[in-house]
């Protein structure tokens, strides 16, 4: 360690060891659930910070005194610096052929959102249609969705602000570059689909919120109506809603042919899915229900007249194909493509081919099929890593399909069907070499045997018995699978000498059914389980040591940190805890909160209550227990998980007596859960947690050689 470096390690932990944390007010509210007192002094703190002063005036403090403590660590400007370079390349979306349009979204690098762009042909000349750059100042105002009409003509967007997940819905006239009259509110968790002819769209969504209500209130009866071109909102038509069942929600699919709306709803977050299909063909036409009950994974894919293709679990925890003859008056599922060993990811019809996303160890495996189940050449990809797309038209002989790992940023290919041939159509420039960062993946026990996967990458000839400095993340849960992708802001700790491991816990989607289950309710220990037996390998592999080992995760990925530290604050120096859901007991009294029971239970069910109670964040800090040093980040406009659960967790964290390590929380303005955040406000905080997770594991950041910088495509 340099002169330089040991002053700046001595100025951090002298800042430590002054950390005064604001006085935060206790009230006195204690609730009784069945037979158990639970204190919640922290309660004020959930109320909405644009609305009561006394949060906002605790927020403006918390950010004083964590912006003082950050500004004190070395290695925050290199990190911040290099990850500038990491983002500076040219990056694409996916393409969406409509008519003889393509459109994609493009960022040039440093853009703080990635702008619109159309082509007239494959090789037309690029033309700008939307920059949301341009809408604020802050750079926090970005575009959610966008579809365009089966012709091209027309583009509807939708306006994310602040991060928030409420959108605006515009449209566009493609020919002029010019926004249409039309404004869409109350948008929230909703596709889009055009009507054929292009004279309108369907779409979700709910009734206004009371005033002062919009960022807490309870998302309940969302509907699905129809918005004609030109009309206002007032006029749009409502096309499904069920009010005496006000929990569920509804989306609109047109099918392949355009004679039929395929609404799909659920209650929750599970892939629990009641099919209702409406005939567009006739005036008036009454809902049809084709799949009632809400009992498995009924996903549309495509249809070929009165012959519909799903992707469903019924028989099936890794999934299957089926097809459903709707010209039947009771239709029984036929197979197409069966259960497998590895799990089915997605599907789609593009060419009169079956082409399907299969998880073989959280890795992709693209699979081909006829539309009557016999088996195509796989398509080959260009390495081990997460290929996504495969959108398009029934009819199309191209569709569009992207690849990235951990060390190669996304490229997108275009694939001929027919030909059964890809054909790089980007690929960024970027400054470092992927050839110089290894990727490798490991298996490993936990607590009750089941074997785990974990991805670990780090610097090619990196002595993985060392004990480097290792940022270990997780997420367990939802049925969501982590799969290999790129990251400019985890590069920037790899280059540093640092292990990234991303292990792949029950709860998750990587094994079906079964993997999910295993990892959610009355399971949801074993999450915890598998996340703590991660550390424990790394620590026993030599890979790296407990006071090196740094644990991150984000929403539901935050409360596994919290729970995690809680029950071995041993095994780690420093926790990153993001945007959590922390108040195990009360989650399901916000905005989308309700919809997360399918994966933690009812609080107001006793035995659910026992579970969520024994390790919520919030109601399980050991006080006289030694914790690691903790970062928690939110923000004051996530309307997911809202900003109270990380309040009211980080006061209990800095009242409690759990050691002198730092117990800080940064808050960000104008932004919410994640989407939409501005490319500057990533690096800011990337930069700020690494920064922590270096002092706290003996990381010694150095600016990144030139010479080792080097250009290649």
């Known amino acids: 360690m340099t002169f330089a470096h040991a002053a700046q390690a001595q100025t951090a932990a002298t800042a430590a060891a002054k950390l005064n944390y604001p006085v935060t007010a206790k009230g006195e509210v204690v609730d009784e659930q069945f037979g158990i007192k639970v204190a919640d002094p922290y309660r004020w703190l959930e109320n909405d910070v644009r609305a009561d002063p006394k949060v906002r005036d605790w927020v403006t403090a918390e950010n004083a005194v964590t912006d003082a403590y950050l500004a004190s660590l070395p290695g925050r400007d290199i990190f911040r610096a290099r990850m500038a370079e990491l983002f500076n390349y040219e990056r694409f979306g996916l393409p969406v052929k409509k008519g003889r349009r393509y459109f994609y979204a493009r960022n040039d690098g440093l853009q703080n959102q990635s702008a619109l762009f159309v082509r007239d042909g494959l090789n037309g000349t690029p033309r700008l249609l939307i920059d949301p750059n341009r809408w604020a100042t802050d750079g926090a105002t970005a575009v959610g969705d966008w579809v365009p009409s089966d012709d091209g003509r027309l583009l509807l967007y939708s306006v994310q602000d602040g991060g928030t997940d409420w959108r605006t819905v515009r449209m566009i006239d493609v020919d002029t570059g010019k926004d249409l009259p039309d404004v869409l509110e109350w948008v929230k968790f909703s596709g889009f689909s055009w009507a054929k002819d292009g004279s309108g769209f369907y779409y979700s969504r709910f009734p206004a919120t009371k005033e002062g209500e919009k960022f807490q209130a309870l998302n309940e009866n969302q509907a699905v109506y129809f918005h ?146 016999t088996p195509r050449p796989k398509l080959a990809l260009p390495g081990i890593g997460t290929a996504g797309g495969f959108n398009g038209k029934a009819d199309d002989r191209e569709t569009f399909y992207s690849f990235t790992s951990f060390a190669t940023p996304s490229a997108i290919y275009r694939y001929d069907v027919k030909s059964g041939k890809s054909k790089l159509w980007a690929r960024p420039k970027v400054s470092f070499d992927p050839a110089s960062f290894t990727v490798e993946q490991r298996f490993y026990q936990s607590k009750d045997g089941t074997r785990v996967p974990m991805f670990l990458v780090h610097r090619k000839g990196l002595d993985l018995s ?98 995690v530290v809680n029950q071995r604050p041993d095994l780690f120096a420093a926790a990153l805890p993001a945007v959590g859901v922390m108040d195990m007991l009360r989650f399901d009294r916000f905005t989308a909160g309700r919809y997360w029971v399918d994966d933690y239970g009812y609080p107001a069910k006793e035995a659910d209550f026992k579970a969520l109670h024994a390790y919520s964040p919030y109601h399980n800090i050991k006080a006289g227990t030694d914790y690691p040093a903790i970062l928690v980040t939110t923000a004051d406009t996530d309307d997911r998980v809202v900003p109270g659960h990380s309040f009211k967790y980080a006061a209990a964290l800095q009242a409690a007596n759990i050691g002198d390590k730092p117990h800080l929380i940064r808050i960000e303005t104008r932004a919410g859960h994640g989407s939409g955040k501005p490319t500057e406000k990533i690096i800011e905080e990337a930069a700020d947690l690494w920064a922590f997770a270096a002092r706290w594991t003996g990381m010694v950041v150095t600016p990144p050689a030139v010479a080792a910088a080097k250009t290649v495509r």
């Open 228 to 373: 004609r071109v030109g009309d206002p909102q007032s006029a749009d038509r409502l096309v499904y809603a069920t009010p005496d069942a006000p929990r569920r929600g509804h989306g609109g699919t047109v099918s392949d042919d355009g004679k039929w709306l395929v609404v799909t709803s659920t209650e929750g977050t599970d892939d629990r899915y009641e099919i209702t299909l409406i005939d567009l063909t006739a005036p008036d036409a009454k809902p049809r229900t084709l799949v009632p009950g809400l009992v498995n994974n009924w996903s549309y894919i495509g249809n070929q007249g009165s012959i519909f293709f799903w992707i469903t679990n019924k028989d099936a925890p890794r999934l299957r194909v089926v097809t459903l003859d709707i010209a039947e008056a009771d239709p029984k599922p036929v197979e197409i493509v069966g259960e497998d060993e590895a799990t089915l990811d997605g599907a789609s019809i593009i060419g009169g081919t079956l082409i399907a996303n299969y998880l073989v160890d959280a890795r992709t495996e693209v699979r081909q099929f006829a539309l009557d189940g």
């Open 466 to 563: 060392a004990g480097a400095p290792t940022l270990l993340y997780g997420y367990g849960g939802f049925n969501i699978s982590l799969t290999p992708g790129f990251s400019a802001t985890r590069l920037a700790w790899i280059e540093q000498g640092g292990v990234l491991a991303v292990a792949n816990l029950r709860g998750g989607g990587e094994y079906g059914k079964a993997w999910h289950d295993a990892g959610r309710l009355a399971n949801k220990q074993n999450v915890f389980d598998d996340f703590i037996a991660a550390g424990e390998y790394l620590v026993k592999e030599g890979i790296t040591t407990k006071e090196k080992l740094t644990i991150q995760g984000g929403s539901n990925g935050g409360l596994l940190v919290g729970a």
